[in-house]
């Protein structure tokens, strides 16, 4: 797709598709019907030859799907059913679609996708509803009041596992919407108090409790031997609130979204001590998240809708568009902040709130791939702090929710390239994460209350 | 509180209690001229806020800003620039449009349920202990029950609006009914009136300054709480707006929207008067 920018170095390849170089030719995997889509034929397959539940699962218990499907697909035509639904969209099933949106920067390619278009040259009229806490949000995509929406990258984790909601409600990550871009903002009086050592009795607000806020927050202190849950005091606070509660001393820092970080900033109240990407470099934080039911029930829409969503993010990843970015969504439709402020934060250049002004173009960074590896991390700090308080199979919960074959899917049409594995190494807080050993890596450590 | 009060002295006063407050206000946040903040190089001061680049934090907005502001507002009430970007007017009657269908269902209601409770003291014990439990409920208790079970947003408003007025007008339409004085329903019986007639002839009228009084209660509740409702619930409505400007720390549109609140709320007020001084009666 000619005029689509990307954060990928092309690399001429003999397979004839552009990707980076070191990685393998990408399987064209999903055409096969192997993606999450491949998998719904299969389990409406199995649902319909075995509609009663008890005997369906005593089944699969006893003979496993794969031997169930195999038996299945000699009557059953499955692989071209499958792969009827993995070809090219034909038109969306649904056009009037409404998405929930939180005003933060994270937000970018759903909120920047209605003013610039995207979403209608892939055949979509969508509303974009600002809405006002990731409760609200979560609740009105329950309730199918959004067709999608923003939510934090855990979010989809926890509701499908149940946790923080009274079902298990299957919701998945169709997307990433964007790397880094959090940081964390301490009072003026705090100049001096830089080392987390230093931190004990502070009270630190994070936007909710299932966030990469929440989770890195605690890994840092617990890091620096603070026990989190002791040491200091973690709050949810809606990341609104957070700014004027750091000026009204009720708290003493928080990690939250931009532009609120820069908000402190410059209604100078507090400063930038250190932004999210020394942290994690390319950690996920929000996500573009969808009820598992999408993808059966309007396949084409969810094609559509993620093809939008992957070329929206693209754009705003590149560089060279972010000030045109920017004043699309300051306004008061979007985000409603001054317009320097949301500049500040997509084009890197900020004042740090100590007299100095920070050039890191990487602040934020947009990038759609829901790598597994990212949600085994964070099913690993669920587990930690004791919020999912059982063992779940890592890489399948991870599998589930973080839908990576389709994302990659409609990266590949768009012309990006796609890793060839979810997996990848993490380097958290300096140290190495494994997702294949995420055991070794929960046992390293000392605090933690599991 | 012998003598009363001149009025064209007490609204002189009024006002010039008004004009010294505002003065002190505009005073203290512009006035004094400031302390010169440490010299910022011109990159930077253009990363932040004027107060901020002088060394401070953004101060309170003085009510110079506030009637600027005001004025902008008022100028453009009814715009519709996209979902979340619509006139302030517009806010303000999507609110009326939520307390209206909520408490007129209130009323539909408490005044039916009142009059059976007042009308017959079995009922009233049988469902005194019920009413005396929900009734100092916080409404915004209600509201997650309510998300959860209904399942819509805007619904979910009008349900709490419902659930909060519904309390003063059925107690007071209870009271209302059950101290009608006994000669006159006597007198109702002497004269052979059914009971339908007796309620609708005598009861009802007797009962209407009350039931007017539980009304104006409950639509002054009812606005308290449709802005708090959509604080939580965002989408649209004033409180929404409160929320939204809020989100913007901008303090200048939450005054003014403050003073809307309660300009709309005295007019709520005033209308039930009006309707209160129609049914009254003397003997």
């Not at chain 1, 170089?21 to 055409?31: D, L």
């Not at chain 1, 063992?391 to 990659?408: C, P, R, S, Y």
């Not at chain 1, 140290?431 to 209350?449: K, N």
């Not at chain 2, 409404?139 to 819509?152: F, G, N, Q, S, V």
Request: aromatic share 8%.
């Amino acid at each position: 797709m000619a005029g689509i920018p990307h954060r990928f170095a092309w690399a001429a390849c003999a397979c004839g598709r552009p990707h980076v170089s070191g990685f393998v030719c990408a399987p064209e995997a999903p055409a096969d019907g192997t993606g999450a889509l491949g998998q719904a034929v299969n389990e409406a397959a199995l649902r319909a030859a075995f509609p009663n539940p008890t005997m369906r699962r005593a089944l699969l218990s006893a003979f496993g799907a794969g031997t169930l499907l195999a038996a299945l697909e000699s009557v059953l035509p499955l692989g071209t059913a499958r792969e009827a639904l993995a070809q090219p969209a034909g038109a969306p099933e649904k056009r009037d679609l409404k998405i929930g949106f939180i005003p933060i920067t994270c937000a970018t390619p759903i909120i920047m996708a209605d003013p610039m278009g995207f979403y209608r040259r892939h055949g979509l009229n969508v509303e974009v509803i600002r809405t006002a806490g990731w409760a609200v949000i979560r609740d009105r995509a329950i309730a199918r009041e959004y067709d999608a929406a923003h939510m934090l990258a855990p979010m989809p984790i926890a509701m499908s596992l149940g946790i923080g909601v009274a079902q298990p409600i299957p919701f998945a990550v169709a997307a990433i919407e964007n790397i880094n871009g959090q940081a964390i903002t301490l009072a003026n009086k705090h100049r001096e108090r830089r080392n987390p050592v230093q931190w004990r009795g502070f009270r630190f607000a994070v936007p909710f409790d299932f966030s990469i806020h929440n989770y890195l927050l605690r890994a840092l202190v617990a890091e620096a031997g603070l026990d989190p849950d002791r040491d200091i005091q973690i709050r949810a606070v809606p990341p609104p609130e957070m700014v004027a509660n750091l000026r009204a001393d009720n708290i003493d820092g928080f990690l939250g979204p931009d532009p609120f970080n820069q908000r402190a900033v410059f209604d100078g109240v507090g400063f930038i001590h250190v932004l999210t990407r020394e942290l994690w470099d390319g950690h996920p934080c929000c996500a573009f998240a969808v009820p598992r039911s999408m993808i059966t029930d309007t396949p084409n829409t969810y094609a559509a809708l993620l093809r939008a969503i992957v070329e929206a993010t693209a754009y705003s990843d590149n560089q060279a568009n972010r000030r045109e970015v920017a004043a699309a969504i300051a306004g008061p439709n979007y985000l409603n902040q001054p317009l320097t402020v949301v500049e500040q934060v997509l084009t890197g250049t900020f004042a740090n709130g100590l007299g100095q002004v920070v050039r890191q173009p990487n602040r934020i960074g947009f990038d759609p791939f829901p790598w597994h590896s990212m949600a085994i991390w964070i099913l690993t700090q669920m587990r930690r702090w004791n919020q999912l308080q059982r063992d779940v199979d890592w890489a399948a919960v991870a599998e589930q929710t973080f839908l990576a074959l389709d994302a990659g899917r409609a990266m590949r049409e768009l012309g990006l390239a796609v890793p060839d594995s979810p997996l990848r190494t993490e380097t958290i807080l300096g140290r190495s994460f494994d997702p294949r050993q995420p055991e070794a890596y929960m046992a390293s450590f000392a605090i933690r209350r599991n | 509180m012998g003598a009363k009060a001149d009025p064209w002295r007490a609204a002189l006063l009024s006002v010039l209690l008004l004009a010294a407050l505002l003065a002190a206000w505009e005073w203290a946040v512009k006035g004094g001229g400031g302390p010169a903040g440490p010299a910022v190089d011109e990159e930077l001061a253009a990363l932040l806020s004027p107060a901020a680049a002088a060394g401070g934090q953004t101060a309170m907005p003085a009510p110079s800003d506030i009637g600027a502001r005001l004025l902008e507002l008022l100028s453009d009430p009814f715009h519709r620039r996209g979902t979340n970007d619509q006139g302030i007017g517009i806010q303000i009657a999507w609110s009326l449009g939520r307390v209206a269908a909520g408490f007129t269902l209130a009323a539909l209601v408490a005044i039916p349920l009142g009059f059976l409770i007042g009308m017959s003291p079995l009922l009233n014990a049988a469902l005194n202990p019920y009413v005396q439990v929900l009734r100092p409920v916080s409404p915004l208790a209600w509201m997650p029950l309510a998300l959860y079970t209904i399942r819509d947003s805007s619904i979910s408003s009008i349900f709490v609006i419902f659930i909060c007025s519904v309390w003063p007008m059925l107690i007071n339409t209870a009271f209302g009914v059950a101290t009608v004085r006994r000669e006159w329903l006597n007198v109702a019986r002497t004269l052979e009136a059914g009971r339908w007639k007796t309620a609708i002839r005598v009861i009802l009228p007797a009962a209407a300054p009350t039931i007017l009084t539980g009304m104006r209660i409950s639509i002054g509740i009812a606005w308290l709480v449709i802005v708090a409702a959509e604080m939580l619930v965002g989408g649209t409505g004033i409180g929404y707006w409160v929320w939204n400007q809020w989100n913007n720390l901008s303090i200048a549109d939450i005054v003014i929207a403050i003073l809307l609140i309660g300009l709309v709320g005295l007019l709520l007020d005033r209308m039930l008067g009006l309707v209160q001084r129609w049914v009254a009666w003397q003997e």
